[in-house]
């Protein structure tokens, strides 16, 4: 599912190259490494609380919404290349990978929901058996990134001038989009205007 990671992710590779691409999925994996541990502990009875995800969404949105609106900002003047306005440092991007996951309320109702159907369809019963569901999760990531990374950078030579501005305002724009579903879906979920999906329905449908 397209998202604020993949716009991020085509940004900063077009800006900085394709490490950047592994940088932030690094950042997404080790997210999702304490995030599976503190399911394992019981983390779920909380991520399925609607208002606890409405709050992730709106303090996520919030944050995307400056971020996209930083890009359209920028997208006229922004350079190809390791001095362009949009380039971040590597220990930056990792944060950055990690944040803009948890920003994002469908990442951690996925886990709460999906995930642990996934789980629960493996039933793993020692710490490789874990490892082993961990490690193929983060695997499909780092492959499909690499994939996108790899169809910017073998562009990159067309995205010059007014295609990289157009390339860049379009990522902001996805990202602003986003950043206001994400506010829109926090407020329905805080305010407790729809009913939150159900963990056993998630399972159920897995399962089929």
């Not at 926090?186 to 056993?200: A, Q």
Request: aromatic content about 12%.
């Amino acid at each position: 599912m397209p998202g604020p990671l993949l716009a991020l992710t085509i940004g900063q590779v077009a800006a900085v190259g394709f490490a950047a691409a592994m940088w932030l999925i690094l950042g997404h994996a080790l997210l999702e490494l304490v995030l599976l541990l503190l399911l394992i502990m019981g983390l779920r009875a909380v991520l399925t609380q609607g208002k606890v995800r409405g709050f992730i969404g709106l303090i996520g949105g919030a944050a995307l919404l400056y971020m996209g609106i930083t890009m359209l900002c920028s997208a006229s003047t922004v350079e190809l290349g390791m001095q362009g306005a949009l380039a971040v440092p590597t220990t930056q991007l990792v944060l950055l990978g990690a944040a803009v996951s948890l920003a994002n309320p469908y990442f951690t109702g996925w886990w709460a929901t999906v995930g642990v159907g996934q789980l629960a369809q493996m039933a793993p019963q020692n710490n490789r058996e874990y490892l082993t569901f961990y490690a193929g999760h983060e695997l499909s990531d780092f492959l499909w990134y690499a994939f996108v990374a790899l169809m910017v950078v073998v562009a990159k030579e067309f995205l010059q001038g007014a295609w990289y501005h157009w390339l860049v305002g379009l990522c902001g724009v996805v990202v602003v989009v986003l950043a206001l579903w994400f506010l829109y879906s926090g407020i329905l979920l805080t305010f407790n205007l729809r009913r939150p999906m159900k963990p056993e329905s998630a399972d159920r449908t897995t399962e089929e």
